[in-house]
T-cell receptor, first 115, second 115 residues
Framework: DAGVIQSPRHEVTEMGQEVTLRCKPI?????LFWYRQTMMRGLELLIY????????DSGMPEDRFSAKMPNASFSTLKIQPSEPRDSAVYFC?????????????FGSGTRLTVV | AQKVTQAQTEISVVEKEDVTLDCVYE???????LFWYKQPPSGELVFLIR??????QNEISGRYSWNFQKSTSSFNFTITASQVVDSAVYFC????????????FGQGTTLQVKP
């Protein structure tokens, strides 16, 4: 298995632009999580899905952030419009139902820089 | 509320020294899960161990060992005979029974192992 695949690995964009981060979970996993890592706030959960349905989006910072999971093999995290304070590493992770507490697999992350 | 505290921000040791990373957690759940993840300089998050709240047995895996004590709400991680390749940020995390896999991370401890 190729693991959780995130793209792009690095993204540099100008303030005000739309940014879309992509994630392909491990095949067969039905939980998908989006985390953000910053120096100030550490690792924080933004949103997670179960069977493609958003379960908890209380960590999404504001309306500029949105996430979708149109099918079991693909999810996106969109920021529109982007701001410099959105600069962070965004991680996607997936796990299998019933084993969600077994520790899930993280992707390599997308390093976003908004200038 | 659930919380994970890693009081040690940075630790520096010389190769071959033993080092212990502390983790203290707070939760009202009777069933919960504790984790350790490693984040090397390359940035990915690597799963190291999971422990459930009913299993207080200590675990050893090669040079790594974990000490789980419910009485003090601690889940400490010891690296024996540290090596330069152990240099990384180490995160302790908690998942409660009601959170369906949602992980609450500590702030991380940066370990530097000098040759």
């Amino acid at each position: 298995d190729a693991g959780v695949i995130q793209s792009p690995r690095h993204e540099v964009t100008e303030m005000g632009q739309e940014v879309t981060l992509r994630c392909k979970p491990i095949s067969g996993h039905d939980y998908l999580f989006w985390y953000r890592q910053t120096m100030m706030r550490g690792l924080e959960l933004l949103i997670y899905f179960n069977n493609n349905v958003p379960i908890d989006d209380s960590g999404m910072p504001e309306d500029r952030f949105s996430a979708k999971m149109p099918n079991a093999s693909f999810s996106t995290l969109k920021i529109q419009p982007s701001e410099p304070r959105d600069s962070a590493v965004y991680f996607c992770a997936s796990s299998y139902a019933g084993e969600a507490n077994y520790g899930y697999t993280f992707g390599s992350g997308t390093r976003l820089t908004v200038v | 509320a659930q919380k994970v505290t890693q009081a040690q921000t940075e630790i520096s040791v010389v190769e071959k020294e033993d080092v212990t990373l502390d983790c203290v957690y707070e939760t009202r759940d009777t069933t919960y899960y504790l984790f350790w993840y490693k984040q090397p300089p390359s940035g990915e998050l690597v799963f190291l161990i999971r422990r459930n709240s009913f299993d207080e047995q200590n675990e050893i895996s090669g040079r790594y060992s974990w000490n789980f004590q419910k009485s003090t709400s601690s889940f400490n991680f010891t690296i024996t005979a540290s090596q330069v390749v152990d240099s990384a940020v180490y995160f302790c995390a908690l998942s409660g029974s009601s959170n369906t896999g949602k992980l609450i991370f500590g702030q991380g401890t940066t370990l530097q192992v000098k040759p």
